[in-house]
């Protein structure tokens, strides 16, 4: 990819390595490191998404500082871990699922769009945006049952609808009991809106960090066409390029924090309060508005904003430099991407 930047009747060229699509890509080796190198960040960022979940199905309003010093002081540096086994194992394949169907889309749909004659940059936008969608509609089919179990784990005795401070053992044991009480559906409990959170923050993320890198790249070359040392082309090294997309993707996990946030808080107290007393089903998605209003107004919906901000952002970032590194390993011609 290529980026101009012109200025009166002066232009340079910022040469950026190419883009990877799926055939270019040793499927074996994408796969296998893709599993290591994610199930690290997975581990880096657990302690902030439990936080988050925290606050979320707290009935009263919290920081993020105070939850997690609290979590600690009562249960130790451990509970900041609680269920990330669970998590882990349900990461792997599906994260696998979501790289396949991202790529995949995003090399099909973005060939379309230029044969039909959309200019690269919008072209880049599109594909970006519709792999985002389905590659998270895909991922959720596994997701969501580790989503329903671990955090399940994250919040046992923080909510009254918990009997006893320690309801479930592990995972399996949460797995067995949560079947047991709603059958299989209850492992897709807040399915729809998982869907409804999450195939939109996909799509916006994944096209907003395409358009994000665009302007980063043009705003460091218009910062460097001002110190203009007589050379046409510019030709970033590597540390610069990651450090612009992870620019970009901070930006675009920033965004997409925002936009999803109450969808979230609402899909979380879904699958995590239940009504397992006295053979009560689980709260409908109404229910669940109304009693976040009554117990806060709107603002109830924005709990946990400040850790999912910083946990998208922290993630986005992490993930894309990550995944940028990964898909350079596991190209088939290392030649080709200099």
């Known amino acids: 990819m290529n980026i101009r930047v012109a200025e009166e009747e002066s232009a340079q060229e910022i040469h950026i390595p ?3 699509d799926w055939e270019m890509l ?3 080796k994408f796969f296998f490191l893709g599993a290591a190198l994610f199930s690290g960040v997975s581990a880096t960022l657990y302690p902030v998404v439990l936080i988050k979940t925290r606050q979320q199905v707290a009935q009263a309003q919290l920081s993020g500082i105070r939850t997690a010093f609290s979590t ?3 249960e130790g540096l451990r509970a900041l871990y609680r269920g990330f086994g669970t998590s882990l194992m349900g990461t792997i394949p599906a994260r696998a699922l979501y790289m396949a169907a991202l790529e995949v889309t995003k090399s099909n749909v973005g060939s379309a769009t230029i044969n039909f ?3 690269e940059p919008t072209a880049a936008a599109i594909a970006n945006a519709a792999a985002g969608l389905t590659a998270a509609m895909a991922a959720q089919l596994v997701w969501t049952p580790v989503d329903v179990v671990s955090q399940r784990l994250m919040v046992q005795g ?3 609808s918990c009997s006893s401070p320690r309801k479930y053992a592990n995972g399996i044991d949460a797995f067995r009991k949560i079947v047991r009480t709603d059958g299989p559906k209850g492992l897709y409990r807040g399915f729809g809106i998982s869907i ?5 923050s996909n799509a916006v993320w994944w096209a907003s960090y395409s358009v994000a890198q665009r302007l980063v790249w043009g705003g460091m070359g218009c910062y460097i066409l001002k110190k203009d040392d007589g050379s046409n082309e510019i030709r970033p ?3 610069t390029v990651m450090a612009v997309q992870g620019v970009s993707a901070a930006m675009a996990g920033g965004v997409s924090a925002l936009i999803t946030m109450p969808l979230d808080t609402i899909k979380t ?5 239940d009504g397992e007393e006295n053979g009560r089903r689980g709260p409908t998605v109404g229910q669940t508005v109304r009693n976040l209003i009554k117990e806060g107004g709107w603002l109830a919906c924005y709990r946990g904003l400040g850790p999912r901000w910083a946990s998208m952002s922290m993630s986005a970032t992490t993930m894309i430099t990550t995944y940028e590194f990964l898909k350079r390993l596991s190209a088939k011609n290392q030649e080709s991407l200099m």
């Not at 409804?196 to 939109?200: G, M, R, S």
């Not at 107290?269 to 309060?273: H, K, M, S």
């Open 269 to 273: 107290r879904l699958q995590v309060l």
């Open 237 to 239: 090294d590597t540390k």
């Open 72 to 74: 600690v002081k009562h």
């Open 158 to 160: 923080t909510h009254p």
């Open 26 to 28: 040793d499927k074996s």
């Open 196 to 200: 409804l959170t999450y195939a939109p």
């Open 117 to 119: 004659g959309v200019p």
């Open 18 to 20: 190419a883009d990877i």
